[in-house]
């Protein structure tokens, strides 16, 4: 595997997400964004409840839902061409947690984070001493 793939598989270890380093939080909250749902819509994910059944998403084979969904056969991500194998349906709920909450309390931590760091350089300039 390349460091790329070595990378993007070290990031998608979502149990360790909080050990992240800061540059590696923004260098995951950049690929999430370039990976949004509303890039993927109706290309290789779908909002569709009934497909779904009793669950909050669903993995689903091209070629079991090509008659029924317009399936793109690649979509480009960050310029680059990905075939699509695999589709996957979901529900709002699913959706809200899995992409929409975590992103915003990504977000906010990290900018917390600055803030914190921001305010604690200011206060090392704040109480430096001058010998005049």
């Known amino acids: 595997m ?10 998608a270890r979502f149990w360790t997400y909080r050990s992240l380093s800061e540059s590696d ?21 779908f909002l569709d409840d009934e497909m779904c059944g009793y669950m909050d998403n669903e993995f689903y084979e091209i070629e079991a839902v090509k008659n029924s ?19 996957m349906t979901f529900k709002m709920p699913w959706l809200k947690e899995h992409w929409m909450n975590p992103m915003k ?13 921001a305010s604690k350089r200011q206060q090392e300039r704040d109480s430096g001493c001058t010998i005049l």
């Open 69 to 87: 969904l317009l399936v793109a056969g690649s979509v480009m991500i960050r310029g680059r061409s990905r075939r699509v194998s695999k589709i």
């Open 105 to 117: 309390e990504l977000i906010e931590e990290q900018e917390r984070k600055r803030a914190q760091a």
């Open 2 to 11: 390349d460091k790329d793939g070595e990378e993007l598989k070290r990031l």
């Open 25 to 45: 939080t923004d260098l995951l909250i950049l690929l999430c964004l370039a990976l949004k749902p509303d890039i993927l819509m109706n290309k290789c994910i």
